[in-house]
């Protein structure tokens, strides 16, 4: 067995626990549904829009370079939720391509699919005629029909985002007899080239496979089943590693519209489990199995490939049962491509393996398998001299995978590509990659891929490839092609010197690289990654204050010449970062900027070059325990023309997702003018809330002005107190005034202080009294004292202004804890008798959940920068039992006590049990779980520095039976029912216990009274 970190997605796990940073509606069961089956465009392109259904926030993306997305990203609803789909002009064959919706962490997966007309019709086929992967595309068209389902068996077919379609009729220790087909939607074959058809499937436990798991097919419009015509499968499955069943011939059906169905059957003593993925009707076999030096030579427009397989590495080297070191065996070597006949390789540490491979279990591509290169201590792997033949526009592909026990979440930081023209010198160009799936591969294969122009000329292209963190990643299947497109370009001059005259030098640390060059119309951008920040400073723990650290400053830019930095309260880190599973947007990564007490950053004298229409955009994040909404009112941006007197005006700006995130990265836009003749552009970006808020990926491009762009007049501005060379006073605040000068105060504080129509107070409290809604007329209390609040509007008019019954808008009640800015004023009535009142008071934040959260700017919540006020959340992962007996080498009914996963310390305590835990497989269903017994406890603890929300043990066979009361140290486990199937906990604790009762309360088996907890899999959040 092989450890591995996946993630096994559970409906009643997600639907019982709450999202790590924040609670979720609860919609229903996860489900995503379409308002349509597909979009057609002309050849002209243009844009339509869909609607969606969504209940569990969902992401799309697509890899095709002529489609758009209008919103990548967005929150579960109930509702339909409109996107736009955009596409360009075809002027070539007709085209089609995906949009992959993922719901939740890849609990869902559906595409939707887009076709386009084009001017030369169909285009010829050049290699899979349909290509469907049941595993990464979802069950999507295909329908299940059930010609047997007997009564308690809910379904035979289901999805599972592991393995692809998984059929099975054996449930809860019994064997059903059951008929049940998976039919695939309708495929039009070509007339001439349509010949082959072949899958990807596992299984076990059949009586005969080969009669209870067929493969039939049947022409358009015939569904009876004496009118379907079986298949032969050439190659069955012995095991749950997939094969492919070979090619299949269907050239009869040349040019007919058919379906092809998985049938499966049962009995009530034999219910095996049949699991299918990848159909592919092809013009052609699919030839010998990887491995052979006779693979087919690489597809049209290939200059150079390697899938390392010429011949498989064995493990009989070192001591006799060492992998070999890359110059110990040399048939790893399998170049190929019309650039290949010059190459050569050199490298240090690296390994060639024939283990873990591309095309297994553990790949969400369709990799070579066999061997891969794998990255050991002081790595580094060069290929040289590929001839390019004249081609500029390149595409560069490779198959990566990162596992350790520690942290298998791939990092781009870790694992750096470079290129070059030469391999001597300081010309070796960094280049940025996406992986197929959109996101960062966790413990599994992906393939990435990188698009990118060289200049023209240039005639050999070398590959430097390092992973700075030893015996964690691997390399297959590297393949250079001629790209249709340019993508991005690369500045040989720009480039850095990794050490590799004369052969190469072990690059046991990552080169410190400069950033690509930016795109066209970037005036300055800075993504804070120079040089990786460490928490290493002040007593050794913590994150370095921005004026201890000067690897943050990686600006570029056509205006970025002689800017300058000023700064209070910022740290630099590399923890949170923008690039992810808490990000919304493509971040970075890396570093970013972290807002401490008062903070503000300051960015000077950005060149205009008589540019007037800008884009400013940045990425950033709120995230605390107690409220982790973002605010435009906490978090302000400000441009100058000056950078000091009052010449500051506020941006507005909206996220990508159309909405405030909570406790997630997205990216900000404004867009906004100023005066002509502006010559520089001053920013300044502060939080008024301690500890809370992060920055990072801050660019600014020129563009041509919208009818909708914020027209900035710097003549009435306001002043941010930054005369000078630093700026002054207190910028943890809004200055517009909000509050500028103004002083934050209790209400007694207020109370005494002198009547003033220039002055503004800042304060906090709870509405309450006799209510004026028009007016905004209201009690304001704190726990000093009452104050009368005479008119609040919205917004900032000014001393003096009419009052423009804006309170109305802003949705408060009495009860609920606000925070305003107003002036000392007073009233004195017709008695006589004198009213103290805040005056001309504008609103500034509610409270989340109707609680003060309006921190005093002068209590520092984080004095040194490792004190983060907002612990880091935990990232929800999956630990089945069968990869915790593999990482322990567990035998069956091996007692256990305590081990440790991802960072993670599990501690099973059975001294008050009368039977001690063990780890057990079951020997009628080979299903494997922990057991525990009565008065028995286990423990979990998170890593340090991180809490845990949500913890879910799905119970296993046997546990159903006896199942106990569980009750726990902290936090509070879901009230438990007969029949469930998972027990959950909700709280927020670093370590939580958990206690199995003494009796059977909720088992099936009510002949038993002695309490058990036996589970298969925990869940934490």
Excluded at 77 to 85: A, G, H, R, T, V
Excluded at 177 to 190: F, K
Excluded at 805 to 811: I, R, T, V
Excluded at 983 to 1002: K, L, R, Y
């Amino acid at each position: 067995m092989k450890f591995r970190t996946f993630f096994i997605s559970l409906l009643a796990v997600l639907a019982a626990l709450t999202a790590c940073q924040q609670e979720r509606g609860n919609y229903g069961i996860p489900s995503i549904k379409f308002g349509q089956e597909s979009l057609t465009f002309t050849q002209d392109g243009g844009a339509a829009k869909i609607n969606v259904t969504v209940t569990r926030d969902w992401t799309a993306s697509t890899d095709a370079d002529w489609l758009g997305i209008g919103r990548t990203a967005g929150t579960a609803s109930e509702k339909p939720q409109e996107i736009e789909i955009s596409v360009l002009p075809n002027g070539e064959y007709n085209r089609s391509a995906t949009v992959t919706f993922v719901v939740g962490k890849k609990l869902i997966t559906k595409a939707f699919t887009i076709y386009q007309e084009g001017p030369e019709g169909e285009a010829p086929i050049t290699g899979p005629y349909y290509e469907y992967s049941l595993k990464t595309a979802g069950q999507g068209d295909y329908t299940i029909e059930d010609k047997t389902l007997p009564e308690g068996l809910s379904a035979v077919w289901t999805f599972d985002s592991k393995y692809g379609m998984k059929a099975t009729a054996y449930a809860g220790g019994t064997n059903y007899a059951s008929e049940s087909w998976l039919v695939t939607p309708e495929i039009t074959l070509s007339d001439t080239e349509a010949n082959y058809v072949s899958f990807t499937h596992a299984g076990q436990y059949f009586g005969k496979i080969k009669e209870e798991a067929t493969f039939w097919i049947s022409e358009a419009g015939t569904k009876a089943q004496e009118e379907w015509i079986q298949l032969e499968v050439p190659v069955y499955p012995t095991s749950w590693t997939f094969v492919n069943s070979g090619d299949i011939d269907i050239s009869a059906y040349r040019g007919k519209t058919v379906r092809f169905a998985f049938v499966y059957k049962s009995t009530a003593s034999k219910a095996g489990t049949w699991e299918v993925d990848a159909l592919t009707v092809s013009t052609t076999r699919s030839g010998e199995e990887p491995g052979g030096s006779d693979d087919p030579t690489p597809a049209e427009g290939v200059i150079y490939s390697d899938n390392f397989d010429k011949e498989a590495a064995t493990q009989t080297y070192g001591s006799g049962s060492s992998w070999p070191y890359a110059d110990q065996f040399e048939n790893w070597q399998n170049p190929k491509g019309t650039g290949a006949a010059n190459v050569s390789y050199e490298f240090a540490g690296i390994s060639i393996r024939a283990n873990s491979p591309s095309d297994g279990n553990y790949s969400i591509y369709a990799g070579s398998g066999t061997n891969n290169l794998f990255f050991g201590a002081n790595n580094h792997f060069q290929v040289r001299n590929i001839t390019l033949g004249g081609a500029t526009n390149l595409s560069l592909t490779f198959g990566s995978e990162k596992y350790t026990q520690a942290d298998s979440k791939f990092s781009k930081d870790e694992f750096k590509v470079y290129v070059s023209n030469t391999a001597e010198g300081a010309s070796w160009v960094s280049l940025d990659y996406d992986f197929a799936q959109g996101g960062l591969p966790e413990g599994k294969w992906d393939l990435a891929t990188a698009k990118f122009s060289v200049p023209s000329g240039t005639s050999k292209l070398y590959i430097y490839i390092t992973a700075s963190v030893a015996s964690a990643y691997r390399l297959d299947d590297l393949t250079l092609s001629a790209a249709d497109a340019a993508g991005a370009a690369v500045d040989f001059s720009k480039g850095v010197d990794l050490g590799t005259q004369g052969g190469g030098a072990d690059q046991s640390e990552d080169p410190e690289v400069s950033q690509d060059p930016a795109p066209a119309g970037t005036v300055y951008a800075n993504n804070f990654d120079k040089e990786v920040a460490k928490n290493t400073y002040g007593s050794g723990s913590s994150w370095p204050y921005l004026d201890q650290f000067e690897g943050w400053k990686n600006e570029q830019g056509s205006g970025a010449g002689n800017v300058s930095y000023e700064f209070k309260a910022m740290s630099a880190r590399a923890n949170s970062q923008s690039n992810s599973q808490y990000s919304l947007y493509a971040g970075s990564g890396s570093n970013n900027l972290f807002f401490g007490n008062g903070a503000y950053f300051f960015i000077k004298n950005i060149t205009l070059d008589g540019a007037q229409a800008f884009a400013l955009s940045f990425g950033s994040e709120k995230y605390t325990q107690a409220d982790s909404k973002f605010s435009k009112d906490e978090f302000k941006v400000y441009v100058s023309n000056t950078g000091s007197g009052a010449s500051w005006v506020s941006l507005d700006y909206t996220f990508a997702a159309g909405t405030m995130p909570e406790g997630k990265w997205d990216l900000a836009t404004s867009h906004f003018t100023v005066p002509q003749g502006t010559q520089s552009l001053y920013i300044y970006v502060t939080a008024s809330v301690a500890s809370a808020y992060r920055l990072d990926d801050l660019t600014l491009v020129s563009e041509t002005a919208s009818a909708t762009a914020q027209s900035v007049d710097f003549g009435r501005g306001v002043d941010l107190g930054t005369q000078g060379s630093t700026p002054g006073g207190d910028n943890s605040q809004d200055p517009q005034p909000q509050p500028g000068n103004a002083i934050v105060a209790t209400v007694a504080d207020f109370l005494a202080a002198p009547e003033s129509s220039t002055q503004l107070y800042q304060l906090t409290g709870t509405i309450g009294g006799s209510i004026n809604t028009t007016y905004g007329n209201f009690d304001l209390t704190d726990a000093t004292g009452t104050v009368y609040v005479y008119g609040m509007t919205a917004t900032n008019l000014g001393y003096g202004a009419t009052n423009d019954k804006s309170y109305a808008s802003l949705g408060l009640q009495a009860g609920d804890v606000i925070t305003l800015i107003g002036y000392r004023g007073s009233y004195t009535s017709n008695s006589g008798v004198k009213k103290d009142e805040v005056v001309y008071a504008y609103f500034v934040s509610k409270a989340q959940g109707g609680g003060d959260n309006s921190q005093d700017p002068s209590e520092d919540v984080s004095t040194d920068p490792s004190e983060d006020a907002s612990v880091d959340p935990v990232e929800g992962m999956t630990i089945p039992v069968t990869v915790l007996a593999e990482m322990n080498q567990w035998q069956d009914n091996a007692q256990i006590s305590e081990f440790e996963y991802q960072g993670y310390t599990f501690v099973i305590d059975g001294s008050a049990s009368q039977t001690k835990p063990i780890y057990k497989i079951n020997g009628s269903t080979q299903e494997e779980d922990i057991r525990m017994y009565a008065n028995g406890k286990i423990t979990v603890k998170a890593p340090a520095g991180q809490i845990m929300t949500g913890i879910a043990f799905t119970l296993s066979g046997k546990g159903l039976e006896q199942t106990a009361t569980i009750t726990a140290s902290a936090g509070t486990v879901a009230a438990q029912k007969k029949g469930d199937t998972v027990i959950t906990w909700n709280g927020q604790a670093q370590e939580v216990t958990f206690t199995v009762g003494a009796s059977n309360d909720f088992g099936s088996n009510a002949s038993k009274t002695s309490g058990q907890f036996c589970f298969k899999q925990i869940n934490i959040q």
